[in-house]
């Protein structure tokens, strides 16, 4: 099942001669863009440029944390609410009909005799039907969560997709990060 949210980003950055005639990459904007199974709930691109980048090194990367931030807020107040589930004369038709989980294809006698019910899954933002599912499945369907270490607040997870991000633009990110801030 696709994740409700990802995020996209790419850094830019130019580089900066040193005096020992190295070069140094200095980030300089990024680009960012939310992306969801939900059209309506896709953002728009968010663009930051700092043209004083070379003086305040941690500035970008600053403005991508709040950035990241917002978004938390934003797909925590989109998930968090539980829309109710109004079934259909249909949808109970074939949510009593039903002889197997649509997640893991066992059928409801086979998973009765593990202890697990058959229950009726539903899209938590949009309140729809999606089909008959065992417990564990019906469980399993729903946004992964996780507890903040900084907040001991309960998040969701978001995937987010770093162009270059197992290279490049993560050091840039680390180097300032460790640099300025430890």
């Not at 059928?107 to 697990?116: G, Y």
């Not at 946004?143 to 900084?150: A, E, G, H, I």
Request: hydrophobic share 35%; proline share 5%.
């Amino acid at each position: 099942e696709k994740v409700a949210f990802a995020i996209i980003m790419d850094f830019e950055s130019f580089i900066v001669p040193t005096s020992d005639g190295k070069a140094r990459h200095i980030p300089s904007g990024f680009c960012a863009l939310r992306v969801s199974k939900y059209p309506q709930l896709s953002g728009t691109p968010y663009i930051y440029s700092e043209p004083k980048a070379k003086e305040d090194l941690w500035h970008v990367v600053k403005n991508m944390f709040e950035f990241l931030k917002t978004e938390e807020e934003f797909i925590k107040a989109t998930l968090k609410p539980v829309k109710p589930m109004n079934l259909t004369n249909e949808e109970k038709q074939k949510q009593a009909s039903a002889t197997h989980c649509y997640g893991c294809l066992k059928s409801f006698a086979e998973l009765k005799a593990l202890k697990l019910k058959k229950t009726a899954d539903h899209d938590h933002v949009t309140g729809h039907y999606k089909g008959a599912a065992c417990s564990r499945c019906n469980l399993a369907f729903q946004p992964r969560k996780f507890k903040s270490k900084f907040t001991r607040d309960k998040g969701f997870y978001v995937p987010i997709f770093l162009h270059n991000g197992s290279g490049y633009d993560t050091k840039l990110i680390l180097k300032d990060f460790v640099e300025d801030c430890c």
